[in-house]
């Protein structure tokens, strides 16, 4: 039998003694249309993250089509990290209207199990310009970046 998810999961993320909960999340645009390369959606995206603060965004990559970004809950609050997905695409919304209802309803999030894992994952999302042939090395590519520091 060869199954296929449809739609995300979104388990809880799993607290472990001593080890950070961070956790790589992926939204993409609706019907794979390129609107987030562009130096006002990087804004309103920065400034949605920034002002949705029950999780705290790390290293970010904004795509085409996609954005990828690693977080991790801030404080005691354990709001779900899809009804924070929903508020800060909600915010930013309110700050580019352009992108109100273009983000797909729901997200991909993977939690990183290790710091090897969240170190190969932080290397695979910093290539994706790379690989997609916007860039010839990650570091050219303008909309990306770091809010907060999440050490593993």
């Not at 809880?12 to 080890?19: A, V």
């Not at 790589?24 to 249309?33: P, S, W």
């Not at 804004?43 to 993250?49: K, P, R, S, V």
Request: charged share 20%; proline share 6%; with cysteine.
């Amino acid at each position: 039998m060869n199954y296929k998810r449809g739609t995300p999961a979104h388990p809880s993320p799993i607290e472990k003694h001593n080890t950070p909960t961070i956790l790589l999340l992926t939204v993409a645009v609706t019907n794979r249309e390129c609107i987030l390369a562009n130096d006002q959606a990087h804004h309103a995206l920065i400034q949605a993250w920034e002002n949705a603060r029950n999780w705290v965004v790390g290293y970010y990559m904004v795509m085409p089509d996609h954005v990828h970004l690693f977080c991790a809950p801030a404080g005691c609050a354990r709001e779900k990290v899809k009804t924070w997905t929903a508020y800060w695409k909600r915010l930013a919304g309110d700050a580019m209207p352009s992108l109100r209802g273009r983000l797909m309803w729901d997200c991909w999030d993977t939690q990183m199990r290790s710091g090897d894992h969240y170190y190969r994952k932080l290397q695979y999302v910093a290539q994706n310009p790379v690989r997609k042939e916007l860039v010839a090395n990650s570091e050219e590519w303008p909309y990306q970046g770091r809010l907060n520091e999440l050490s593993w």
